[in-house]
């Protein structure tokens, strides 16, 4: 992902008020985030609650801000991430759900997805998978999975 400013994050959310953008309290350590290891930038509110915001960059370049609101209960078993697919996962996943952006969300539609609780999914499909079988290309196999998180993150993005 490439680096972007407070300006261009608070301008790219499509289902958020002025008002609900001015409010949101910016990822810590901002400034200092390697961009490098990102595939989107997603992160919880400290001052409300079940609230987070994920930016992920379009198929096209483009910037697109989420405004996301927890769930008040929790899977009832394990959940996989829809976003990273790790089978293996060493963080919980909850249940989010975006209001639409548009006359969609003006009427009250939504659209919901499981992902990271504290959006791991960059650190996910970064690490080395299982060897699957002798001879498995596992640099090509990390590789792959990153791109299919960005390909996942993007569509669920345009689907707000």
Do not use: H
């Amino acid at each position: 992902m490439l680096p972007i400013t407070e300006k261009t994050l608070r301008a790219s959310f499509v289902n958020a008020s002025r008002k609900e953008v001015s409010d949101l309290t910016l990822p810590a350590g901002f400034e200092t985030l390697d961009w490098d290891r990102l595939d989107y930038l997603g992160w919880r509110d400290p001052k409300i609650g079940r609230r987070a915001y994920a930016v992920v960059p379009s198929l096209d370049g483009d910037l697109i801000g989420i405004l996301l609101q927890q769930a008040t209960t929790s899977p009832r078993s394990r959940a996989q991430c829809a976003w990273c697919n790790d089978v293996t996962l060493p963080n919980s996943v909850v249940f989010f759900s975006a209001k639409r952006s548009g006359k969609a969300g003006r009427n009250g539609n939504t659209i919901g997805t499981l992902v990271c609780e504290e959006f791991q999914c960059s650190r996910n499909v970064r690490r080395t998978p299982p060897l699957a079988y002798e001879g498995y290309d596992l640099e090509a196999a990390r590789q792959r999975r990153i791109e299919e998180l960005q390909l996942r993150t993007a569509s669920f993005a345009a689907e707000v």
